[in-house]
């Protein structure tokens, strides 16, 4: 029986500002000063900190979980590759697009209402995703979760610098910190057990019940609090910058169901590029920047978003692929997927603990540029696929790639920060965070489009001259869409190994491709993030420095 799968300065506003320690505002009497004579119990602070990890928890865990689920939402909803790639970017197009904006608003407004709106939001649209009927419908709800997921990440640390002060502070940093690994590693095993177990409908449901619970806290236990010196959002910036994004990755997207030359794909391209211009003219001019250009006169500044792109584009965005490959390819359940992701996200974790305890020792250019080249090495150890290799060939490039994702994370985030005055912290973070999820968006759309054509070409030349030529654009197009084992029911049984040949060795081509690409991205991110972090920019030197 084939392998195939067979069961289908302080800016005006600054993105979700984090108060400097010593900071003399409201902020202050609100978190500490308003809560009164001590009484037994829990200190609010650390309510604070339990509803901030909660939200956070429920969100990353929706990042990695939903991967694993891909392949069963394609055979349940009947979706199309390009629909499979829009439940991926949906998220991070609407992610990317409201960070800074919704950072702003939590300033003006009120950090815990916003907070509380983004619990609301991201709750609520993970009901529409598990109910969802059609792959457009699923795409929507998802926008909608990247809504409420924005206003949750620009929200979060700046709720938990509110609540603590000295040496506490750092500890709950720590503490959230440490959740962010958790969620991350633990993921795909919880995706894979509730999509085996029950349906991939519980990816979602699941967050019902902890969205729930955060928003009972947070209403509850959690003390206002806001920026008086805060002034109206970015709102020309925010749309044009939504505007270019959404057209640059519908090119990419669009471009894999007809061809980079359509006219369809051409004309959004050229208006990606002229709004992403006048997006750049709209910022230079702009008394209240969403994108503040004078953080990018620091190089340090610079290397650490090129970075957080290069992650983001390469092996963040080739999950999705790997799993695709897993499953529909070899077969794999989404439990014994997410098995064998641990691989990978076991490797974060360790070393992302060598990494913290590095960072006080050597500069942190150290970390970041080697660590990308890490990843950039293990997706080119992942190369080599063809129609016989086993899910064991990506074995040593999931460790490699995870050690150097671990040396990555944990200084990235100091480098985005570390560079700025304490007051600007938050606009800087906020862009650091854009552009991972950037990266993401754009690297599930082209790395996608590029596999895409890949199969069609291997497709057609390895059925040519074979009794299965006239079936080429059918294998290919089920191959994308993950039903290749329909086609067995409709070839006779003596060709059905060459079929099994064919569909692996495509798809195994296909992916050889674009983990090249992923690879030369990601070491090119590294050399540029290495020659561009520089100690001496940090406004208080790191350690090791």
């Known amino acids: 029986m084939p392998a195939i799968r067979q069961n289908p300065d302080k800016p005006a506003h600054t993105a979700g500002t984090i108060p400097p320690m010593t900071e003399p505002s409201r902020i202050g009497a609100a978190s500490s000063g308003a809560r009164g004579p001590s009484r037994p119990g829990v200190d609010p602070k650390w309510w604070t900190l339990t509803a901030v990890c909660l939200g956070t928890f429920m969100l990353l865990l929706d990042l990695t979980i939903v991967n694993v689920a891909l392949p069963d939402i394609q055979a349940s909803l009947g979706a199309s590759f390009s629909d499979v790639q829009w439940v991926v970017d949906a998220y991070s197009l609407t992610l990317a697009a409201l960070l800074l904006t919704a950072g702003s608003l939590a300033d003006l407004f009120g950090r815990r209402r916003l907070y509380l709106i983004g619990l609301v939001v991201f709750t609520a649209a993970s009901a529409l995703c598990g109910f969802a009927q059609s792959p457009f419908m699923l795409e929507l709800s998802r926008g909608l979760q990247g809504v409420g997921g924005a206003i949750m990440f620009s929200v979060s640390l700046a709720l938990v610098a509110s609540a603590f002060r000295g040496a506490e502070r750092g500890v709950a940093f720590g503490i959230w910190g440490s959740l962010v690994g958790v969620a991350v590693a633990i993921g795909p095993i919880i995706g894979g057990a509730l999509v085996s177990g029950l349906s991939w409908r519980w990816i979602f449901f699941v967050n019902l019940p902890i969205g729930v619970v955060a928003l009972a806290l947070t209403r509850l236990k959690v003390v206002e609090s806001r920026d008086e010196q805060a002034t109206r959002p970015d709102w020309p910036g925010f749309v044009v910058f939504s505007a270019a994004l959404a057209c640059l990755v519908y090119a990419l997207i669009e471009a894999g169901r007809s061809s980079f030359t359509a006219g369809v794909v051409v004309a959004c391209f050229a208006a990606a590029a002229v709004l992403l211009t006048a997006f750049l003219l709209i910022e230079a001019r702009s008394t209240h920047p969403m994108f503040d250009l004078r953080l ?124 700025v005055p304490p007051r600007r912290s938050g606009m800087a973070s906020g862009i650091n965070l854009t552009f991972r999820q950037v990266g993401i968006a754009t690297g599930v759309a082209l790395l996608g489009t590029l596999l895409a054509n890949r199969l069609t070409t291997v497709v057609q030349s390895r059925t040519a001259g074979t009794p299965l030529a006239a079936h080429g654009d059918d294998i290919a197009r089920a191959l994308r869409n993950g039903s290749v084992n329909r086609l067995f029911a409709t070839v006779p049984p003596q060709q059905r190994d060459l079929l099994d040949e064919i569909a692996r060795g495509s798809f195994a081509s296909g992916l050889n491709e674009i983990l090249l690409l992923a690879a030369i991205v990601t070491i090119a991110a590294g050399i540029l993030a290495f020659a561009l972090i520089r100690s001496k920019d940090f406004v208080s030197p790191p350690q090791g420095g």
Do not use: C, E
């Open 296 to 419: 990018f006169r620091v190089p340090t500044f610079v290397g650490g978003d090129i970075a957080a792109f290069g992650v983001s584009f390469s092996i963040f965005s080739m999950l999705l692929y790997l799993v695709l490959y897993l499953q529909n390819v070899l077969g794999y359940s989404a439990l014994q997927t997410g098995v064998r992701l641990l691989l990978l996200s076991g490797a974060v974790l360790v070393a992302s603990a060598v990494a913290g305890r590095l960072s006080a020792k050597v500069p942190i250019r150290a970390l970041v540029g080697p660590g990308l080249a890490l990843v950039g090495v293990g997706l080119l150890l992942m190369r080599g696929l063809t129609a016989a290799s086993s899910w064991t060939h990506l074995v040593p490039g999931l460790i490699v790639a995870g050690v150097g994702i671990g040396f990555v994370n944990p200084p990235l985030a100091s480098t985005a920060v570390g560079v």
